[in-house]
């Protein structure tokens, strides 16, 4: 198969497009020490739906319903530990808000900022 000088340059330029497009989102997750904070951590939908014990379908009503919040980057869905913890303190029972906090322990600066709140 022939491809000429042409059609071989739009390819090239498509494919260094996309390269880019895909290293801006790899940098933006690698730089999330400068965005969020030290200790805050990011869920993706697989991680929260083992945590929580639901579907990925209970993860989007729950988004579309704006009860929990969420980002997009490179049309994955991310979640902040804060948000979730704050999602399942009050929209779960009880012994789900353990469990994730077995799994998922607050920071230590999280547990003093309450404590001064309170």
Same mark, same amino acid.
């Given at each position: ?5 042409? @059609?071989f ?5 498509k *494919?260094s497009? &996309? $390269?880019?497009?895909i290293g801006? @989102?790899?940098?933006?997750?690698i730089?999330?020490? +400068? #965005? ?5 951590? $990011?869920l993706d939908?697989?991680?929260l739906?083992? *945590? $929580? =014990? #639901?579907s990925?379908r209970?993860l989007q ?5 704006? =009860?929990?919040p ?9 979640y902040?530990?804060? @948000?979730?913890? +704050? ?5 779960? @029972? ?7 906090e077995?799994?998922?322990p607050k920071?230590k600066?999280?547990? &003093? =900022?309450d404590? =001064?709140e309170?």
């Amino acid at each position: 198969m022939y491809i000429n000088n042409e @059609d071989f340059e739009k390819w090239m330029a498509k *494919l260094s497009k &996309k $390269l880019n497009g895909i290293g801006q @989102d790899l940098k933006s997750l690698i730089n999330t020490k +400068e #965005v969020f904070d030290e200790d805050e951590k $990011l869920l993706d939908n697989q991680d929260l739906a083992f *945590l $929580l =014990k #639901v579907s990925y379908r209970t993860l989007q009503r729950y988004r579309s319903s704006k =009860k929990l919040p969420f980002f997009m980057i490179a049309h994955k869905t991310y979640y902040r530990t804060s @948000d979730v913890r +704050e999602f399942v303190h009050s929209h779960m @029972d009880f012994q789900t808000y353990q469990d994730f906090e077995k799994k998922r322990p607050k920071p230590k600066d999280e547990n &003093k =900022k309450d404590e =001064k709140e309170e």
